[in-house]
């Protein structure tokens, strides 16, 4: 195992099975910020030029995938994400849905708001019984992000996405494979077993026709997410200003039910 890098709250190696495994490094939360997002994309651009890596595990210390942004506030080791014209966490985000690798998530715990947006920009979702999954915006005032308006109807389905942005309900991980939001369901303790393996199997394929499969069915995705993330950011930076976004995060941090009064 050959270990490429190891900071700024990601590990990154590569094993002998031409598997990489790229590993948010902030537990128990891996809580997302700017600088998260470059570490991330930066190490998936670095195994796109790789000829050893043909698949890549995305997987998390700690309790949870992630529990997504810190708003209004910084996240560990990182600093405030500012609301204006562009976004700059979205900036780099974009940069994630361009890269040529197969990549199968292990989600345990929470993937949660822009967490949920990193999880969908893998090819493939390994998760447990334990998992949950939320697209919590609405309940805080706010509008979805990080891609979702594009990533989560691909998935589940429109009608299936529509409930999940308005309600912002958690959902379970048996319930994630029902919808289709998640791929494969099994034991917590084998997660990342499991996860590594399926991205074992994908590794045995000839590589550059992989590659070129995934360019096919990815099509223009990594456009129309940027362009859902300009999108989003507008809608949010002007919802920003509302009382019920105030609310919304004051009720969260407070641990009680939010009372919103459209203003």
Not at 66 to 84: D, F, K, N, R, T
Request: net charge neutral; charged share 20%; proline share 5%.
């Amino acid at each position: 195992m050959t270990v490429l890098s190891a900071g700024r709250g990601v590990a990154v190696t590569v094993g002998n099975d031409h598997v990489a495994t790229v590993e948010l490094c902030r537990p128990p939360n891996n809580t997302l910020d700017v600088a998260l997002v470059i570490a991330v994309a930066d190490a998936l651009e670095s195994l796109d030029a790789d000829e050893t890596c043909r698949a890549v595990v995305l997987c998390a210390q700690g309790r949870h995938f992630c529990a997504g942004a810190q708003l209004g506030a910084s996240a560990p080791g990182g600093s405030p994400i500012p609301m204006g014209y562009s976004n700059p966490l979205y900036d780099q985000a974009r940069r994630l849905f361009a890269t040529a690798v197969p990549i199968v998530a292990a989600v345990q715990g929470g993937a949660i708001g822009g967490g949920l947006g990193l999880a969908l920009v893998a090819d493939f979702r390994m998760t447990c019984a334990e998992a949950r999954f939320s697209a919590n915006f609405t309940k805080l005032g706010f509008h979805p992000g990080f891609g979702l308006s594009v990533t989560l109807p691909a998935l589940v389905g429109q009608q299936q996405a529509a409930d999940l942005l308005y309600t912002g309900r958690r959902v379970g991980g048996e319930e994630a494979v029902r919808l289709g939001l998640c791929d494969r369901l099994v034991d917590a303790a084998d997660l990342r077993a499991a996860a590594h393996g399926w991205a074992a199997e994908i590794a045995t394929s000839a590589p550059l026709a992989v590659r070129a499969v995934r360019r096919t069915l990815r099509g223009d995705l990594a456009a129309r997410a940027a362009a859902a993330m300009q999108r989003e950011h507008q809608a949010q930076k002007a919802l920003r200003v509302t009382g019920d976004y105030t609310e919304g995060v004051a009720a969260y941090a407070e641990r009680r039910p939010p009372h919103f009064t459209g203003h």
